[in-house]
């Protein structure tokens, strides 16, 4: 395994390349190159990095090591420069920093420490991917066909080294009444904004009945609402609007459109059924060693690549959501250092109860 130091500089590097969701081509040629250089043979599919341990075997289960090198813009408020990596008071500055280079790089450190070991009950592959920010069709969606049968991953994301086993679900909903134009002045016409208030206001007030022990309730909120008018002399005669649904386990998204086309009068357009909420059992192996090297286990409102893998998956890195997709973001490099430790150790754990069993 390279020292933790050497990890550390990938990611200033990475994090001096501009990386934004669809534009990661700079960030996987540094990223190939440094794991070429490292002995490692690691292959680019798009701006998907992947490489396999060095004893692969199509006889044994397989773990994933996932995380993402895409960022999202710079926020408004940046006092830095949000491509300078500097290190001060051990904190390593820099857009990308903390969602999610460093759980990117942690998960690298990891792969190397155990590429070369043989006798690993497990494959292990390793998957640095593009688009994740924007839950994009050519992220780890385009190279999960190509990796095999996975039966389980790690998927790198500020926790706080803490695992998140669940993950809600996203639904975004566009919404359209019609009404009639008229006149305001003579309170003419069918004013369609009146007309959606009656369905936001069921938004607001409705309670699906299930509540997830990790998740808690379903979530709606009307985030946007908007009529063509121009002047403020027309009723109007369309109203849009938009609600943001967060889903836990127990609802599918079929679910919850059904029930909301049953009790609004608009119409209702699901822009996505694909970021499904998700749950590893807790007492899946990989949860059980974490727990027993004292890990805590959460349900996270946040989505990631978990949302679309289609096999048990636990989220857990180093950093910390709320710094994500701020001004000045950053991640101390202790953390990075200590989730190194924390993912060998897990792993070893791991592995050694599988060869237990």
């Not at 420069?81 to 008071?89: G, L, M, Q, S």
Request: with cysteine; hydrophobic share 40%.
């Amino acid at each position: 395994m390279p020292h933790k130091t050497s990890v550390i500089h990938l990611l200033q590097r990475l994090i001096s390349i501009p990386s934004f969701s669809r534009e990661e081509a700079g960030t996987a040629a540094l990223l190939l190159n440094w794991l070429q250089g490292e002995g490692v043979k690691a292959d680019r599919s798009g701006n998907n990095i992947v490489a396999k341990n060095l004893h692969y075997s199509k006889q044994k289960p397989t773990l994933l090591l996932n995380s993402h090198h895409d960022t999202v813009k710079a926020a408004a408020g940046y006092t830095r420069d949000p491509f300078k990596a500097d290190i001060e008071d051990g904190k390593l500055f820099g857009l990308g920093s903390n969602d999610a280079g460093g759980s990117a790089v942690a998960l690298i450190a990891t792969f190397l420490h155990f590429y070369a070991q043989k006798d690993l009950p497990y494959n292990i592959v390793l998957a640095i991917t593009a688009e994740e920010e924007v839950s994009g069709s050519n992220g780890i969606s385009a190279v999960l066909p190509s990796l095999g049968k996975i039966d389980c991953a790690l998927v790198g994301e500020p926790t706080q080294m803490q695992m998140a086993i669940a993950e809600r679900g996203l639904l975004v909903i566009d919404g359209m009444v019609n009404g009639r134009a008229g006149h305001a002045a003579r309170n003419e016409g069918d004013n369609a904004l009146y007309k959606a208030m009656n369905d936001i206001q069921w938004f607001q007030q409705y309670q699906f009945e299930k509540t997830s022990e990790w998740l808690g309730p379903v979530s709606m909120n009307v985030t946007v609402i908007e009529t063509p008018n121009k002047t403020h002399n027309v009723v109007p005669d369309t109203c849009r609007y938009v609600v943001d649904i967060r889903i836990n386990e127990h609802y599918s998204h079929e679910d919850v459109i059904e029930t909301i086309k049953t009790n609004v009068a608009g119409d209702i357009q699901a822009r996505s059924v694909r970021l499904r909420s998700s749950i590893i059992p807790a007492d899946h192996p990989l949860v059980v060693a974490g727990t027993s090297i004292g890990l805590k286990s959460y349900g996270s409102p946040t989505l990631s690549d978990k949302s679309l893998m289609p096999f048990p998956a636990l989220k857990i890195g180093p950093g910390d959501s709320a710094r994500s997709h701020t001004a000045d973001e950053f991640i101390y490099v202790n953390e990075i250092e200590e989730g190194i430790d924390i993912y060998i150790q897990m792993l070893t754990t791991f592995f050694g109860e599988k060869l237990k069993a």
